[in-house]
């Protein structure tokens, strides 16, 4: 069996290629590296078109971006895949879990992988992937005392340049403590980060963008289980565990990076919250507002920042133009009528199927008017069939 060759170590550089001091790329050196150019050599050249189809303006700046995924599970592994894959300049991973047999339901872990961390699986297979994306990760549980500092530090400290923060938090985690661990560190930092979530049956989930001070945080509206102050621990059942589908968690993971890239790409704007209801194929969304009395006092805090910031803007003044008058002179008569009647518009147009809410027809047929012959009365003259068709034949 022929040898196989040996793959270069993914914080090797290229020629002429130096490495930072955390061993990978400089962003100089990457930056020089990946040519934005849209050519066959250039393996971002499938995304670096959006830029000439003019969807975009610069896709290649999303290798300026760093991103921390809190949560290397279902949802988590397949948004670092999706970002890896998209040429984010930056990823930090957090997890303290290991990789099981029971995970292989997922799309992204593979059974060899069984037993090393989530995080370490995680980066030796996105780094085959994308060998130019920075991974910075951390084999930890956020949630202790001991951890959450770090993860402080790490929010506002380990952007893509070294001292910088990151650009946006996204939670992929499965339980409310951790959720409100990253939801406490966000507000006292001023973080916006995304939170992304499964029901438990397994066929429907969820995301929300959550911008401190002018959107709810995820202690503005709490589930009750955070409410009611219970321990989460406490509603476990024996021998009951969460359903988990590989369609649902890429579905969600699907609509989580779709939102990050119209939050950072300008495509359109990202949504505060949108549903996933699998079993309806319902997609509703909503904006939260945050709530005055939250219990959280950074949140109430970076309300009022955000306040004053709104109230610092300078305030637009509406101008009411005048309309311009194009002719003086009425020359022909013109004169404007009064609109069409309710009842002749609907006559006009073809009958509205049922749709569901939120979808409006551009237009409908007009139904179509039976050919029908005039009527036509005729005087009765007196005279004979035989009278009438001899008056035919002489003319």
């Excluded at 060899?112 to 780094?127: C, D, F, M, N, P």
């Excluded at 499964?198 to 963008?209: F, K």
């Excluded at 503005?220 to 988990?244: H, Q, Y």
Aim: with cysteine; charged share 25%; glycine share 6%.
């Amino acid at each position: 069996r022929p040898e196989r060759p040996l793959l270069r170590n993914a914080r090797q550089p290229a020629p002429g290629l130096r490495l930072g001091r955390d061993g990978g790329l400089t962003f100089k050196a990457r930056i020089e590296k990946m040519s934005p150019e849209v050519v066959d050599s250039n393996p971002y050249s499938r995304l670096m078109a959006l830029k000439r189809m003019g969807i975009v303006n610069d896709y290649e700046r999303i290798r300026t971006f760093a991103i921390a995924i809190v949560g290397v599970g279902g949802v988590g592994s397949v948004t670092a895949e999706m970002l890896t894959r998209c040429g984010i300049g930056k990823l930090l991973l957090f997890d303290y879990d290991k990789v099981e047999l029971a995970n292989m339901n997922r799309l992204f872990f593979q059974p060899h992988q069984a037993g090393l961390s989530k995080v370490q699986a995680a980066e030796h297979t996105l780094r085959n992937i994308n060998p130019d994306v920075l991974f910075e990760v951390h084999n930890y549980n956020i949630t202790t005392v001991e951890n959450f500092q770090h993860f402080m530090d790490r929010i506002s400290n380990g952007g893509l340049q070294e001292g910088k923060p990151v650009d946006l938090v996204l939670s992929c985690v499965d339980n409310f403590e951790a959720r409100m661990t990253i939801n406490t560190a966000c507000n006292e930092l001023g973080q916006t980060w995304m939170e992304s979530g499964v029901s438990e049956n397994a066929v429907s989930g969820h995301i929300q963008l959550i911008i401190p001070g002018e959107s709810a945080c995820f202690a503005c509206a709490p589930p009750l289980v955070v409410a009611a102050n219970i321990d989460e621990k406490t509603l476990k059942r024996e021998g009951v565990c969460a359903a988990s589908l590989p369609t649902t968690m890429g579905v969600v993971a699907g609509i989580l990076v779709q939102n990050v890239l119209k939050l950072y790409r300008n495509i359109s704007s990202a949504n505060t919250y949108l549903n996933y209801n699998a079993m309806q194929d319902f997609f509703p969304t909503m904006s939260m507002k945050p709530n005055p009395q939250c219990d959280d006092r950074n949140c109430r805090k970076q309300q009022e920042e955000y306040k004053k910031k709104v109230a610092a803007l300078p305030k637009e003044e509406v101008v009411q133009e005048e309309e311009e008058i194009i002719h003086e002179d009425n020359e022909w008569g013109i004169e404007l009528v009064s609109e069409v009647s309710e009842e002749e518009l609907k006559n006009s147009s073809g009958p509205v199927p049922d749709l569901p809410e939120g979808i409006t027809v551009a237009y409908t047929i007009p139904k179509k008017q039976e050919d029908s012959v005039p009527d036509v009365t005729v005087e009765d003259s007196g005279e004979s069939l035989e009278d009438l068709m001899a008056k035919m034949k002489n003319m």
